[in-house]
Every structure is written in C-alpha cells, then in structure tokens.
C-alpha cells in the first residue's frame, strides 16, 4: 500500500530521477513529442485541453444519470442512518474486510487522542511524541460477499467535517448505503448480520461505554471507548456480597426469570446501590459487571444532567439490555427539601454539588414509560444516608453493596494480582524472578516466596482505614520489586494515616442555584 520514496533526492531533481515510478517513461514521451513539434499540432493541442474540463463534465453528468438509472431499476439498497447502533458494526467490517486490502492512497493523519499501547511504550520510554492516525478516504466502494457485488457509498463531505471532532474516532458517524445487484435486500440483509456477528466476537473482549452526547438537542449518547474486560476478581470487597451479587444478576438475566416477570404483568427490572467513601470501587465494579454479563454500559453523571427533561429522552434512548451507571446519584434535588434547605441553610448547596434535574424526574424516568424493560440500573453515591427513601425502596433499589476501606485478606490479593508476572506486557510488574535479590528459578517456589510476601504486606495494612485506591498508588509507585513494596509499605501507610484527607480540603463547586 504504501509508496516507496526516495529520501536521499532533494526537492530540485526528485521529478528527473528516471527510479520514480513512470518519469523516465514520460520524460522520453515529452522529448520526442517536443522534438518534431510544430505549430499546428501545438494549436490542436491547446483545443484539446481547453475542452477537456467540458468533456469530463459532461461524462460525470453521464455517469451520474446511468448510475440513478441503474441504482433505480437494477439495485436494492439499505440506508443505515449515522448515529444508529448498526452504523459502527458495519462501518468497521468494510474497513476491515474491504478497505484495508485494498491499496488506499489517500488518508487523513491525525494525532492520536487517546492512549494506545504504543502511546503507554512511549510514555515507558519517555517520548513525548503522539502517535498518529492514518484513516482513509472513500466515498464509493465495490466489493463482492458471498457471491454477491454490493456497493458501499457514504457522505465524503460530512467524513471530512467530523475529523474535525477530535473525539471523532474515523468509524461511523455518517450516514451510508449498501446497495446489491438484483431486486431482493435479502443479500444485505445478510452481510449485516456478518457484521453484526464480527462485531459481537470482538466484543467479547471488551465493554463497550456509552455517554450523553450534547450534540443531540434533548439527549441522546455516543460511545465514549471500548474498554478491555476488567476481571471481577480485580475488583477486592467482601467475597461473599460479591457472589451474592453475581446470583442474582444471573438469575434477574435468566430468560426464565423475564418470562416469569412478563406472566404476572411485573415491571422487569433491576436496580442496585453501590455505596462507599470515593475510591472504594464502585465504577470500577459496575465495568467488571458489564463485561461479566456481555452487557454495555450507559453511563450518566447526575451532577451534569441539566433538566428532567433530558434525563427522560436519554432513558428513552437505552436500549433494552444493558447496565445504566447512574453516578452520584446523592446530587438530586429533593423537590420537597429544596425551598426548606435553602431557607434553614443558604450555603447548603455550595457544600455538595447538585443536579438541576429533580427526584420526581428521576423517579419518573425509573418506572414511568420511558423505562426500558431488562435493563440494570446501577446508582452510586459516597452519602447513602442523605438518599431520599423513595428513591432507594424495594423496586428501584433491589440490592444494596457497600464497598468499604480494605481489608487484609483483600489488601494479600491486590498485592498477588500487583507482583502477578504478565507475559504478554513487556512492560509488566516483575515477578520475583525479576528480582536479583530473590532470583529463584523454580515456578512452585516463586508462588510460595509471593505469598510469604503477600501475607507479610498485608500485616502491616491497618484494617478498614485505607481505600483501595490509596493502596494501588502506592503500587504504582513501587511495581518494581514486590521486596521493595514490602520494606516501604509501614512507612508509607504511617504517612497515609496521619495525614489530614477530610472532605474540608476539597473545592466545592458552585452550581449557580444560589
Ligand atoms: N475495591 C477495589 N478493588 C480494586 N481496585 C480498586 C477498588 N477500589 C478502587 N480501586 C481502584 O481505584 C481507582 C478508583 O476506583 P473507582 O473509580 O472504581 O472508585 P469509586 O468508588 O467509583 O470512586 P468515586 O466514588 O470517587 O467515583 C481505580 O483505578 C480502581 O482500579
């Protein structure tokens, strides 16, 4: 695909090299033409080229004619609209499949925006330089699939407009048709499912995260990444509420269950509050449940919602089965404490951050007609006391899971999965094997060495004071040597402890509702 040049020819005599692809060929053309010119031939020669822009006019308006005609009468197309679900399976397939093996010559560079692997190889390496993405252009392709030729055309102009977005990852996002020789849909019908099929494998692999995109007036979601699977058992809380948890996630999916919920005319839903002091793992158990289950996950900040009535259209628009992530959920107005709070307390509303978006509208959006059937509603909050009761009874609220401070049975399993030796990363933690210190070649006593250290770590973690994520900071800081990790952790844990991290040293903000 790509071209070869030549780097050591500068810009004056790179067009007289003969080695460039056909200028050899064409500088012969010239000089033999140029040698027996005369000026006839010149006059007939300047003719031609002035009506050529003519001719190729008209031959385009030819071509397009021919081309309704033949899309009216001989093909059967399919318009899959730009911000469809179904736009992004199909868009890739085509890449992949069509696209990529076929030699493109032109392409759009951008800077990369998110971290890649490459871009966390470079940050290893202390490069500063972004890596960048080629994505090509087409307008129109052809290919042939299972026996059948279809055509793929979408919207150049509005591709060229979204690369403007930087969020705009080169895949979807505009409009496009497939078309196919005969009368019948049936062949396109059949390549989306391919698609949707190709999509569904790979995503297996990975959870797919939606978020509010404020270009659709009301609400609606874009897909913010794709987030390789988190394991549940990297997610540390208690053991038992996890599979309590697990049970009964997997017995509200049964179909079974959805057929019994169906029978008695009872709303089919689900909801759970995860409840916790920040950095205990509530996102991060809402991710690992996504991709535990296969489902993707719609996630909602209340603090950003601007009204009742966009938190309504955005749940008119989650699809059936999925998680929503309803974040922080204790920033909803109690329409009822919110004139009587402002009266008895002016500033109460600068000490938390508040929605504009009220619990009736959230309520109403959890049980009214805009409720999805089969979807999971997950709500977090640091503040489970300040929650209203309606918002968390039976019905809205089927479960509550409190993710608390670390343990130490907890704090020996961060500490395994931490020193854990990676063999696809290169960048990897090391293993004990990596530590000239404790260089042991047996993999029986590597394991029993890691557990020795494991269990003396987790003897100096003070029970049920730190969070989980203060202790993956520190092994951020110590992934080197799990013997390091051990000798640092009393230190490092007295440092955590005495010092001050009340709620006092962190910015309010404002929400203009004064
Ligand atoms: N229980 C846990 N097990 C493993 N890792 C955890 C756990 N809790 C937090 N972490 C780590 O700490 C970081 C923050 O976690 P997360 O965002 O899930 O916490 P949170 O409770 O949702 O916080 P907040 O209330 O501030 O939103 C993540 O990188 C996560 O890997």
Redesign the pocket.
Known sequence: MARPFHVGIGPAHWLLDPSVYGVGFMREVVGRWASDLDITRLGSLIACVSAAPAVWRFLRGAWHDVYGWIRQFFLASVTVPAKDPLNTPVHVWVLDNVIKTRSIRSFTARTKARAGAAADKAAHLKKSRREVDYVPHFETTWFWHSGSLFVFTRSLARFKSLMMDPGYDGISGEEFTISCLGWSTEPIRRLIQTCQEDADNQAQYFVLIYTPDSSYYGGGWKLKMRKPIRRLD????DDGVKQDLLADIRKYLDPKTKRWYQTRNMPYRRGYLFH??????????CAALAGEFGLDLYELKIPSIKTDENLESMFMTIPPQCIVLL??IDAIWADRDVNAEKVTNPTANKRHIRSSCTLSGLLNVLDGVGSQEGRIVIM?T?KPEQLDSALVRPGRVDMKVH?GY?NRT?AEQ?FLRMFAPDLDNPFAAPSPDNDESVLEKDPQRDAELMGRLASQFSMQIPEEAL???QL?GFFQLNLDSPIDAVSKISGWVEKQMSSSSSDDDVEIVDDGKS
């Open positions: 990297t997610v540390h809380f916790g002091p920040p950095g205990t793992g509530k996102s991060s158990l974040e922080d977090t640091n993710l670390i907890s961060m969070t989980p994520s993956q």
